[in-house]
């Protein structure tokens, strides 16, 4: 049965950071077939989660498949949650929405790039590191428990436990 999986990133359409680590792990665990419509919507900040721009696009490009499933995963960096309390409760609310919606949780502890480079990167220059990581062809290097974590858990994301849900993954 067709699927489309719109994942909801906390960057911008200009960096598009957060899609680059995303789609690596897709190329190179995971097969794609014709089938399978993969989309993103920008929120520009993780803020935005339920804001009436980011709800009306999920609305939009969920009336316009109509031939399958529609799945929607929100991939979001959990900041320093354990020693903030802003970021607890936006993350704890984040997760409730999900969950209240019947949407999936991607989540990055702390950040994507923490995940994936191993340490955080300054705003000015994240767009760089993600090409580098492509360019580099980087994905290779992850090891494959990072990406399976069921809870927090510094420098790790259950990114892949999610994926497995509705992508088949390569021998």
Request: aromatic share 10%; charged share 25%.
């Amino acid at each position: 049965m067709p699927i489309q999986i719109i994942f909801c990133v906390e960057t911008n359409k200009r960096a598009d950071t957060d899609s680059i680590y995303i789609s690596e792990t897709i190329k190179h665990w995971y097969y794609l077939d014709n089938k399978t419509n993969i989309s993103k919507i920008y929120m520009n900040s993780k803020s935005r989660y339920n804001s009436k721009d980011v709800l009306r696009e999920i609305h939009k490009m969920t009336l316009s498949f109509s031939i399958g499933k529609t799945q929607v995963i929100y991939c979001i960096d959990t900041d320093q949650y354990e020693k903030n309390a802003n970021h607890a409760k936006e993350l704890e609310g984040i997760s409730l929405f999900c969950k209240e919606q019947n949407y999936d949780l991607i989540w990055f502890c702390h950040d994507v790039e923490e995940v994936f480079l191993g340490q955080c990167v300054s705003d000015s220059q994240k767009v760089r590191a993600a090409a580098s990581f492509r360019r580099k062809n980087e994905i290779r290097n992850i090891h494959i428990d990072t990406l399976t974590h069921g809870s927090f858990h510094v420098h790790s994301s259950n990114l892949m436990s999610i994926l497995d849900k509705y992508l088949p993954r390569k021998e």
